[in-house]
């Protein structure tokens, strides 16, 4: 340390008793971790060269840290902490502290009487249908704000990742063994917390929000199984399935927050496998069953390699990617079913009305109804939540219209139908009422005795198609299920969760009910995942005006779910109001989810800057300060990964194509491929790409000393 000079000017405005204060902030490349120390001297010493002023030492601050890039944050420290030294109330407190509680007191004492101008003022965000889905993302900044300051080794760390990804492959089971251990850990508490620090309210009150995001689908993929994979499904079978599944799911999964439903590649599968036992003359159920043994075999062999923790290495391109493909299956196959039953021409109407004709313009009209009621479908959610996310009346009461949201387009949508197009045919759930159910149509069993019945196939042909359809499934599955475990990652989930746990679940498990019992396949869905999230954030009670209230944490319980899983398994009893519900009004329902969906993506940050000027990047934390080229580059490769998943759904939508679909999971692997292994090694990019595109594991962030 060299010595400072006197400033005499200075000196000479200082009273005879007055005292000083060395503060020393900075960079300091030989220290291990940032320090911060404020000490206080029992006698003030003279201490000329020290100091600037011919004063006695009183205090001394060190505010240093290793890390270059923190090295402004450290000095602001010291020179807040040194303005607060000024003020005479904070002096006295300083001098007679005897812990340092009691600095920091009068440290929050002193702060609540300052006003604060940040560097940069972000512009306010205007209320949008995708609010919900973003009470995260201002903890994302945060982390994001931290990870240069908590280690300078962080992007090190970062490049080691994918030679750690490639896991020892001996013993086998080994994760599971891991992962078992660690859901028993966490078991207790995921019931407890439910009940803990006023989190009650919560996770009772996301109940009926929950319920309707499981069962809404389970009634439209129940409708969907019945018209285009066989007509032995139904919709009482679909409900079912969601409720067994989502209660075991909440008994014994390792990320419990995950929701399971089925899925849209799982749809596309359940068509081929369908045209494959037609083609093949073979009753469905016993090819199906073949399938789903080799995709138990396929399961096991993933897990038995222990490749199922690969998923925490997944950045948030990734993630994303994945929720975009599910938004997108969701909006591509609404489309299609409302629009391709569509006359493309119209007889003319002249002279006499053949009922060839009638029944042509009737079919056309209906169809049109149909359109007509998904489209109002999706205006009246989107009217709610826009509703929910407004300033009008009490907070609670959005909150409870907000939850209601489809209940209520459900029956708004039911109403028009019988009050404005009752004499139109249109098509509605076909479903049982409680006095008339059939249980023969909960499950279909396969002909066990006739597994050997392969129609006008030869066995090794039978056999050989379902070792690749089967292959497949299984591989499909757990890429599936490993993106929508990671979701929660990255809002607020602390604990513990081995996904592992959720793969044997999902591969094993549940197809062997499936096989067994005839049920529909459950997969991942990250829409439902976060919408649970969403359901489970604790949000501060009394947030700034002004300001939507910030996250506090996320209550990781079972027990809402678990709840929700027997409402939904109960529900198969309400046939009698469900059977008023037009099947459009289930198709615009998918048709808001893909849009809420895809409105609530991160990415879309990068899309909106990629045509902005560079001047208003600051407004997104995450691209202050990067490269517009490498930023655009980045972003054209995500969006084109995009646009060939939903080639590849669209080509699902026709029977001569359909077989493309099947590249889906593959795909999805070789993007992850190519995030984590390729692009890091593109000296172009590579110094950017991590802040662009983060892990979504905390755990990769946090490991970092």
Not at 277 to 292: G, H, I, N, S, T
Not at 304 to 313: G, I, K, Q, R, V
Not at 471 to 488: K, R, T
Request: charged letters at 15%.
């Amino acid at each position: 340390m060299s010595e400072m000079s006197i400033n005499r000017d200075l000196t000479r405005c200082l009273t005879e008793r007055s005292t000083c204060c060395c503060v020393l902030a900075g960079h300091a490349p030989d220290t291990n971790k940032p320090i911060f120390q404020f000490m206080r001297l029992k006698t003030p010493v003279a201490t000329e060269g020290v100091v600037e002023v011919a004063r006695p030492l009183q205090f001394i601050l060190v505010s240093m840290t290793p890390y270059e890039k923190s090295a402004g944050e450290a000095v602001t420290i010291g020179r807040m902490f040194g303005t607060l030294l000024v003020n005479r109330a904070f002096r006295q407190v300083c001098e007679q502290a005897v812990s340092s509680s009691e600095i920091y007191a009068a440290c929050k004492e002193q702060l609540s009487h300052w006003i604060f101008q940040g560097e940069t003022i972000k512009r306010r965000q205007s209320s949008s249908a995708s609010e919900e889905s973003e009470i995260f993302e201002e903890l994302e900044s945060e982390e994001e704000e931290m990870a240069d300051y908590e280690s300078v080794a962080f992007t090190d760390q970062i490049k080691s990742v994918p030679g750690r990804c490639f896991h020892r492959l001996c013993p086998p089971l080994r994760d599971l063994v891991f992962g078992l251990i660690a859901v028993v850990k966490r078991y207790p508490s995921d019931f407890k917390d439910a009940f803990v620090n006023g989190n009650a309210s919560v996770a009772f009150g996301s109940i009926l929000f929950v319920y309707f995001v499981i069962f809404s689908p389970a009634i439209t993929f129940g409708t969907l199984m019945t018209t285009q994979v066989n007509p032995a499904y139904s919709v009482s079978n679909s409900i079912l399935t969601s409720g067994f599944t989502t209660i075991l799911y909440s008994l014994l999964a390792g990320q419990p927050i995950a929701i399971i439903g089925p899925s849209g590649p799982g749809f596309i599968m359940e068509k081929l496998i369908a045209r494959e036992a037609e083609e093949m003359k073979m009753d469905y159920f016993v090819f199906r069953a073949w399938v789903l043994i080799y995709a138990i075999v396929m399961g096991f062999v993933l897990l038995s390699l222990n490749l199922s923790e690969l998923a925490m290495h997944a950045k948030k391109s990734m993630e994303e990617l994945f929720s975009a493909f599910i938004s997108g299956f969701l909006i591509i196959k609404a489309m299609f079913s409302l629009l391709r039953n569509i006359p493309q021409t119209l007889p003319a109407l002249e002279g006499n009305i053949t009922q060839t004709v009638a029944t042509v313009w009737r079919t056309a009209a209906q169809y049109g109804v149909d359109n007509f009621i998904a489209l109002l479908m999706v205006c009246f959610a989107m009217t709610i939540v826009k509703f929910k996310t407004s300033h009008l009346v009490r907070r609670r009461v959005r909150f409870w219209v907000g939850a209601m949201n489809v209940p209520l387009g459900m029956i708004a949508m039911s109403a028009i139908n019988r009050i404005f197009f009752w004499a139109y045919n249109i098509k509605r759930l076909k479903i049982p009422s409680a006095t008339q159910l059939n249980y023969s149509t909960w499950f279909n069993i396969p002909d066990f005795a006739n597994m050997t019945n392969y129609g006008t196939a030869s066995g090794s042909y039978v056999h050989g198609r379902a070792v690749i359809l089967g292959f497949i499934f299984g591989f499909l599955i757990f890429v599936e299920i490993a993106l929508n475990s990671i979701v929660p990652l990255r809002g607020l989930s602390k604990k513990r969760s081995p996904i592992v746990v959720d793969h044997v679940l999902c591969v094993i498990l549940f197809p062997i009910m499936a096989l067994c019992l005839g049920l529909p396949i459950m997969s991942g869905v990250p829409i439902r995942t976060i919408a649970n999230m969403v359901a489970l954030a604790k949000l501060e009670s009394h947030p700034a005006p002004g300001k939507p209230p910030k996250v506090l944490y996320l209550v990781e319980t079972r027990t809402n779910t678990l709840i929700v899983g027997i409402l939904v398994t109960l529900s198969v009893f309400l046939g009698d109001i469900l059977q008023y519900i037009p099947v459009a009004a289930l198709l615009g329902l998918f048709l808001f989810l893909g849009i809420f969906g895809l409105k609530g993506l991160h990415f879309r940050k990068l899309l909106t800057a990629i045509f902005s000027r560079r001047k208003y990047w600051s407004d997104w934390n995450k691209l202050n300060g990067m490269p517009r080229p490498q930023v655009m580059v980045f972003t054209t490769i995500w969006i084109a990964e995009l646009v060939i998943l939903y080639t590849l759904l669209v080509f699902g939508e026709y029977e001569s194509l359909m077989v493309a679909s099947t590249a889906i999971p593959f795909f999805l692997v070789f993007c992850g491929v190519l995030r984590n292994l390729i692009l890091p090694r593109w000296k172009w990019l590579a110094p950017y790409i991590e802040k662009i595109d983060p892990p979504v594991a905390p755990q990769i962030k946090s490991k970092s000393t």
